[in-house]
């Protein structure tokens, strides 16, 4: 896990005046990202999915955690790739490649251990859309035939949405455009305020 470092040097006023935003690291609502989105080379091909947006427009006023599931588990950067098949004893993470290859029992241990340990602080995560642990709604779903099925979420995602319901989970596909930026933003200082009071 990863986290990202910003110099406390100043404060932003939103438009409706309700939310300030700040630099000051330790003021900032803590945010997981999936960490490809943040830069860092670990998908399963050894490369990175950067998003220019997430950390032009967001970066400088989160307590960003970057965090990739996968990697996490140690299954090697790079790696096998593997999807998300349906079968009699639920929803597998098998390879695509290699059929023999099932991670299931790694990423839900390592996706318990990340929403125990690290998760329970944050109040939004920006996940990668369709991955087999990060997609929320998005990941492709195959029967024992490879034949698509259907879409859910990422074995990471369902973890973290069962564990702590109240975090808003948002795709990285989403934010294509400053005003969504400015209203994640928005929600994310109104959700850090309401999680500092309890």
Not at 31 to 60: M, T, W
Not at 85 to 105: C, D
């Amino acid at each position: 896990m990863y986290t990202t470092k910003h110099t406390p040097v100043r404060t932003r006023k939103m438009k409706n005046n309700e939310v300030t935003l700040t630099q000051a690291r330790q003021q900032q609502p803590v945010v997981g990202i999936s960490a490809c989105l943040a830069g860092q080379n670990v998908r399963y091909d050894g490369g990175n999915k950067f998003h220019q947006l997430i950390q032009q427009e967001l970066a400088p006023w989160l307590n960003f955690q970057a965090i990739c599931p996968e990697a996490e588990a140690h299954l090697g950067v790079p790696r096998p790739p593997v999807q998300l098949i349906e079968t009699s004893e639920g929803i597998q993470a098998l390879g695509i490649e290699e059929k023999i290859l099932n991670v299931t029992q790694a990423l839900n241990h390592t996706s318990q251990h990340l929403v125990k340990n690290y998760c329970y602080k944050m109040c939004a995560y920006i996940v990668k859309a369709r991955s087999p642990s990060c997609g929320a709604g998005s990941t492709p779903i195959y029967n024992t035939n490879g034949i698509h099925q259907n879409t859910g979420n990422g074995i990471f995602v369902e973890t973290l949405k069962t564990s702590f319901p109240h975090i808003l989970i948002m795709e990285e596909s989403v934010f294509n455009n400053i005003e969504v930026c400015k209203d994640f933003l928005e929600q994310c200082y109104q959700l850090h305020q309401k999680l500092a009071v309890c």
